[in-house]
């Protein structure tokens, strides 16, 4: 947790008056770095010997892996709503000196922590090496205005309704847009083609991804 601090920005708000500490702020949750080191270290597999936890910080994104997939017992579709220790021995002790709030709550918390904090929510890789993607702030418009010598108007407008609102539907992007139903598949389709954009989940529950890559 020390060296993720010394690697981000962090800005200080007073708490009252006088000699009361400041409040330390950082731009990603601290709580949702230590709930993904406690994943970590509670569900890797140790059995696997060519591979440990790591943690990497880059100018987008902070990336916490650990060997070992989502346990076998768990489905995918209750991955974050129910948990399966791989070591319980080591989940419980997280739980005896109280690090573990709820059982199985972790996922949904970090979730919650991002989008209070006006943040990309976290991405999870449950296969292979379990990975946790957190998304550091950015500026969006400056990061859209390099693609507009690249993409059409209309297609710069749907990423930006997007990222106003990830759940938005095609008949709201229709009628944002100014577009048929038509033109907003095919605008839709060659942005996932380019990587920019996909979709998350099903047509109705689902929601739209931003890839912040650059042209």
Same mark, same amino acid.
């Given at each position: 947790?020390v =060296? ?12 009252? !008056? ?5 409040? !330390?702020?950082? @731009?990603?949750? &601290? ?24 943690? !990497? ?11 070992? $997939? ?14 399966? #220790? ?8 997280? !739980? ?5 709030e709820?059982?199985?709550s $972790? ?13 990309? @929510?976290? &991405?999870f ?15 969006? /418009?400056? =990061? ?15 990423? +930006? ?5 990830? +759940?938005? #539907?095609?008949? &709201? ?6 577009? #048929?139903?038509?033109?907003?598949? /095919? ?7 380019? $990587?920019?954009? &996909?979709?998350? $989940? ?14």
């Amino acid at each position: 947790m020390v =060296w993720i601090k010394s690697k981000l920005n962090i800005r200080y708000d007073i708490e009252g !008056e006088g000699s009361q500490p400041r409040k !330390e702020i950082w @731009e990603i949750p &601290e709580t949702v770095f230590k709930e993904a080191i406690i994943n970590a270290l509670a569900h890797r597999d140790y059995y696997d010997k060519g591979a440990r936890i790591t943690i !990497e910080v880059f100018n987008d994104r902070v990336e916490i892996s650990n060997p070992g $997939g989502l346990i076998s017992g768990i489905p995918k579709n209750e991955f974050g709503k129910r948990s399966l #220790s791989r070591n319980p021995l080591i989940f419980g002790l997280f !739980e005896r000196i109280r690090m573990v709030e709820q059982i199985g709550s $972790g996922i949904s918390r970090m979730r919650d922590l991002m989008i209070e904090a006006d943040l990309t @929510e976290p &991405e999870f890789n449950t296969e292979g090496i379990f990975t946790v993607t957190v998304r550091r702030p950015f500026d969006f /418009n400056k =990061w859209v205005d390099k693609w507009v010598g690249n993409l059409t108007d209309n297609r710069v407008n749907i990423i +930006k309704a997007i990222h106003e609102n990830s +759940k938005i #539907s095609k008949r &709201e992007l229709e009628e944002k847009v100014d577009l #048929s139903a038509t033109a907003i598949d /095919n605008n839709l389709d060659t942005l996932k083609d380019l $990587g920019l954009i &996909e979709r998350v $989940g099903s047509a109705k529950g689902g929601h739209w991804k931003i890839n912040y890559i650059l042209p």
